[in-house]
């Protein structure tokens, strides 16, 4: 199998690594994209189940099919995709995702609009067994930059990349940070030119135990903190260690302490609040609504204190402009002298 075009526009990269499961539909969901110029450059990474027979099931040119000597792992793999890759843009998917129909028109439509961006991905559906939800990650270039402070703001499977990029910099993925690896890309990448989300759901992406993120949860996490505090550095937040270990804390939803530290939570906080204003011109409207569920996931902790820490909370122009949801919440939580006990938001 090898593409129709010595140069195709996209370069579709999929690595596979035991992922029969679910391939199948994976790559009848990009084969089916209502723009056909592109090569799907599937890479399998030493599988042991039956991936390599189900490509080789299909007769499609535009495939090329591509198999490691042994399992070298998913950054070595997508480093190779791109070394390999022959299209003007790449993009990406994993084994276990779906594309939609539309999918690569609809990002090569708007690259071709916005000249200035690099990287674009997409809203996404979230599959969860029976279930699914939207997830609607932020759009613009600063709104972007800013939330990557706290987490990944894109779904690797919906990202187009233009190659150009990519070579003029060097930029690939770094083993250095493993399980985050594509955090860690987008940040790089953020710094040297504009990306953006198209805010329509273009992907469906699967969530189950086999996922990355679920299999290599604490390490994913490890490796995400290191990148949290380089990006921080890149707006000018140079925070010592306790302050650093209080932004890892708020971010994760681990944070823990007194009526002191409740202070200190709100004060970086908002002193995150004026990086974005000073540095990446959003509104305070934005940045107030961006920010409430962190002041909520702080003060929670403390619900047991009653209505002194919903005053507190309050007291702040995070509290006092936070979501209508986030404070009944919140205010339900110290009526009842209810804490949150563990990790997340609920």
């Known amino acids: 199998m090898s593409s129709l075009h010595s140069c195709p526009r996209v370069t579709l990269i999929l690595p596979v690594y035991n992922g029969e499961a679910y391939l199948r539909p ?22 042991t189940d039956g991936s390599a027979a ?11 099919f591509q198999r490691n000597a042994r399992n070298f792992g998913l950054i070595a793999t997508l480093n190779k995709g791109f070394e390999l890759a022959r299209g003007e843009f790449i993009a990406r998917m994993d084994c276990d995702d779906i594309s939609l129909p539309h999918r690569l028109e609809r990002q090569l439509d ?86 953006a989300n198209i805010p329509e759901v273009l992907v ?37 260690d306790p302050t650093l270990r209080l932004h890892l804390a708020i971010t994760n939803f681990r944070w823990q302490g007194q009526d002191a530290d409740l202070i200190a939570a709100r004060d970086w906080l908002e ?13 305070d409207a934005l940045l107030l609504q961006s920010l409430d569920r962190y002041w909520y996931g ?6 047991q204190d009653g209505f002194r820490v919903w005053l507190l909370f309050q007291a702040s122009a995070l509290g006092r402009q936070a979501g209508f949801h986030w404070r ?9 002298r209810r804490p949150i006990r563990q990790q997340g938001q609920s």
């Open 26 to 47: 994976a790559i009848d969901s990009l084969l089916r994209q209502t723009f056909r110029d592109f090569e799907l450059l599937i890479i399998d990474d030493g599988s």
């Open 54 to 64: 189900i490509v080789a099931s299909y007769a499609d040119e535009r495939i090329r």
């Open 110 to 195: 708007y690259l071709a609009c916005h000249p200035d961006v690099a990287l674009v991905g997409s809203w996404f559906e979230k599959l969860q067994g029976r279930h699914s939800r939207v997830v609607k990650t932020p759009v613009d270039h600063a709104a972007i930059r800013f939330f990557l402070i706290f987490d990944n703001t894109f779904l690797h499977s919906s990202i187009m990349i233009r190659r150009s990029l990519l070579e003029q910099f060097n930029l690939r993925f770094d083993p250095a940070f493993p399980y985050a690896e594509d955090y860690e890309l987008w940040v790089r990448i953020s710094r040297y030119a504009r990306v």
């Open 204 to 240: 469906q992406y699967r969530d189950h135990a086999d996922n990355t993120s679920n299999r290599f949860r604490q390490a994913q996490n490890d490796t995400a903190d290191r990148i949290r505090r380089v990006h921080l550095a890149s707006l000018g937040l140079v925070p010592d």
């Open 271 to 283: 002193a995150l609040r004026d990086v974005g204003r000073a540095v990446l011109g959003l509104p």
């Open 298 to 303: 702080v003060c929670g902790t403390r619900a």
């Open 328 to 336: 009944c919440r919140l205010f339900l939580r110290c009526l009842l």
